[in-house]
């Protein structure tokens, strides 16, 4: 199989502005030239949402307005989200702001992550929806701090944000799994990522996906994940095989073996129904089988 196809995020901030709905006059798309642009028009969506719902004023001040950074901002969205009555929540938080300070690529991710969620969902009608309500997002935030920490070796405490991740968000990603950004994790609940997978930039996956080994094997047993590609809700890609960029996993199919680029596979166990040489599937969100 190929080498990954994952990019530094930092290096592809402005390709995934042009994707999607661009055509957005209150986000300004033209602002948003580089990682860190977003963070003053998140800022003028919380006044304004405040303002809007007095009630849940103080929510959007310790959430968003009190920070002076997106990096602070998350890291204490994350650490909210990761709770553990036996850690206590500032200590969760400092590991975050450690693995964001340590590696620049978590921040832009995330941020590359939260437009690919505006541009592809028609039920994000702004920025600070997913960073605050979507578990989809905090979900592969929290992950790319675990697996920052499996990469240093800290595989107990990476191990630890797993299955915190599990438990509170529903979304079981291995820590060891290779993820790329601008993905999107639409719902969210029940997606399960095993320890050999790797996903590319630009996919996105609906709720109850599994990329699962096929069997008791160990080694390199999890599915490859190629750019573009949409995985729709139930679809189970089992075993060491590679889905090709820009392919579409139809709802509900089992896939056991390789998928060629451009096409829709669907069924159990998959078979290829269509062909799209065109077709950009997980930008167009396009479920259909034809």
């Known amino acids: 199989m190929k080498s990954d196809g994952i990019r530094n995020p930092q290096a592809r901030y402005s390709e995934v502005l042009a994707d999607g709905r661009s055509e957005i006059p209150d986000l300004r798309i033209a602002e948003l030239k580089q990682p860190g642009d977003l963070w003053p028009l998140m800022r003028e969506e919380a006044e304004r949402k405040a303002a ?7 929510y959007f001040h310790a959430t968003v307005l009190n920070h002076h950074t997106f990096a ?3 890291s204490f969205r994350l650490a909210s989200k990761l709770d553990n009555p036996m850690i206590p929540t500032m200590l969760i938080r400092d590991v975050i702001n450690e693995a964001i300070d340590d590696d620049p690529g978590i921040l832009s991710g995330a941020e590359i992550d939260m437009l690919a969620t505006f541009t592809r969902d028609p039920a994000c009608e702004d920025l600070t929806t997913p960073f605050l309500f ?3 997002f905090h979900a592969l935030q929290a992950h790319r701090v675990a697996h920052w920490l499996w990469c240093k070796g800290r595989k107990t405490l990476a191990t630890f944000f797993q299955n915190q991740i599990s438990v509170t968000l ?4 291995h820590p060891a799994a290779r993820i790329g950004s601008g993905i999107m994790l639409d719902h969210a609940t029940g997606i399960v990522v095993g320890e050999t997978a790797v996903i590319e930039d630009d996919v996105s996956i609906l709720h109850s996906v599994t990329l699962g080994g096929s069997g008791k094997e160990s080694g390199d047993r999890h599915p ?3 750019r573009g590609v949409l995985l729709s809700a139930g679809a189970k890609i089992l075993g060491n095989i590679e889905v090709g960029e820009y392919s579409r996993v139809g709802a509900g199919s089992v896939v056991l073996n390789d998928v060629p680029p451009h096409t829709t596979v669907a069924g159990v166990p998959a078979r290829v129904v269509a062909t799209h040489p065109s077709h950009r599937p997980s930008m167009e969100m396009d479920h259909t089988l034809d």
């Not at 809007?52 to 103080?58: K, R």
């Not at 529903?170 to 990603?173: I, K």
């Open 52 to 58: 809007e719902e007095p009630i849940l004023g103080s």
């Open 134 to 136: 979507f578990k989809g």
């Open 224 to 226: 490859k994940i190629r």
């Open 72 to 74: 602070s901002a998350l």
């Open 170 to 173: 529903s979304v079981d990603m």
